[in-house]
């Protein structure tokens, strides 16, 4: 069952320990199949070195498992949960990557302080409320996934604009069109997040980037006038204006 999509998550999720995005089993990927309503998942606490594409887990939009010997990970809930509310995305991924666990430990937003981060991120990576006691309690992974959703909410925030999430006191969740494209995304955000740190080290001053200079670098690489690369809308044509 879904054996493409296996190797898909498979090789997404060893792309985390090669992007330093993990230590240990401390990470995630999953992707899904809208057609088929069912999504691919890392098994819970399985060390990388020892995974195979058989090994990963087919999960239904409830939540229960349809394929697999191994536990799905932990994590699995709320996977669940974004997928079901935020229906443009393919893939997801949860690590505890250290600059942006950094933010989240902070309560804090990652901020637009650079065009690294607007070539990604259409403005501040919001960083979600620290879950209660009583919803850590209740259905931690579960809740997890609806912070996240309910922030989104809160602040009218595009996840296809801004592809990524802290969670108070936890870490970041990126995700994407695909599972590889989720990975890049875990990974231009901990990179952003390390950039802004040294920033706010750095000066008290305001850092973001002005919005006329955040929509240049997010629009040259997202929607119908984007250029950047080989096969955008107007990847050809843009040199001629030079």
Partial sequence: MLEDLKQEVYEANMKLPKLDLVTFTWGNVSAI???KGLFVIKPSGVPYEDMKPS????????????????????????????YNHFPTIGGIVHTHSPWA?????AKMDIPATSTTHADTFYG??????????????????????KVIVDEFERRGID????PAVLVSQHGPFAWGPTADKAVYNAKVLEVSAEISY??????????HVPQY??????????GKNAYYGQNNAKSKSHAEHE
């Fill in 213 to 222: 200079l955040l929509d240049k670098h997010y629009y040259r690489k997202h």
């Fill in 55 to 82: 090994d990963m887990v087919v999960v239904d939009l409830d939540g229960k498992v349809v394929e697999g010997d191994l536990n799905p990970s932990s994590d699995t809930p709320t996977h669940t949960y974004l």
């Fill in 33 to 35: 199949d809208r057609d």
């Fill in 101 to 105: 666990v950094s933010f989240a430990a």
């Fill in 124 to 145: 501040d990576v919001p960083c979600a409320p620290a879950l209660t006691k009583k919803q850590i309690e209740e259905a931690y992974e579960l809740n997890t996934g």
């Fill in 198 to 207: 040294h920033t706010l080290q750095l000066t008290r001053d305001e850092t």
């Fill in 159 to 162: 996840p296809d604009a801004v």
